[in-house]
Nanobody, 121 residues
Framework: QVQLVESGGNLVQPGGSLRLSCAAS????????MGWYRQAPGKQRELVAD???????NYGDSVKGRFTISRDNAKNTVYLQMNSLKPEDTAVYYC???????????????WGQGTQVTVSS
């Protein structure tokens, strides 16, 4: 009913930048919080950043000052601008959205399939 498709992952050198995008589609009535999570090999999935419909943001401590989350409500899309990338940012990045399906009254979490970000020289 709802699909999230991420794009923008790539191999980048330390100190470089990448911009991730995640577009939600399907029977969308409303989207509350949208966010980015990441999971490195052997580690738990962690919050990178999230943003409310009204634009309030929240960042993980390890990315504050380097990453910026934004969204386009008209396009049901969330972005993650990543600057000053470090090898420890290497992970699969997942998009999550809190969505109310059209015609329903409750919100549920939906996840994308992930996009690989590798920071290496």
């Amino acid at each position: 009913q709802v699909q999230l498709v991420e794009s923008g992952g790539n191999l980048v050198q330390p100190g470089g930048s990448l911009r991730l995008s995640c577009a939600a589609s399907g029977r969308i009535g409303s989207i509350n919080v949208m966010g980015w999570y990441r999971q490195a090999p052997g580690k738990q999935r962690e919050l990178v950043a999230d943003i409310t419909k009204g634009g309030s943001t929240n960042y993980g401590d390890s990315v504050k000052g380097r990453f910026t989350i934004s969204r386009d409500n008209a396009k049901n899309t969330v972005y993650l601008q990543m600057n000053s990338l470090k090898p420890e940012d290497t992970a699969v990045y997942y998009c999550k959205a809190d969505v109310r399906v059209s015609g329903r009254g409750q919100y549920s979490d939906y996840w994308g399939q992930g996009t690989q970000v590798t920071v290496s020289s």
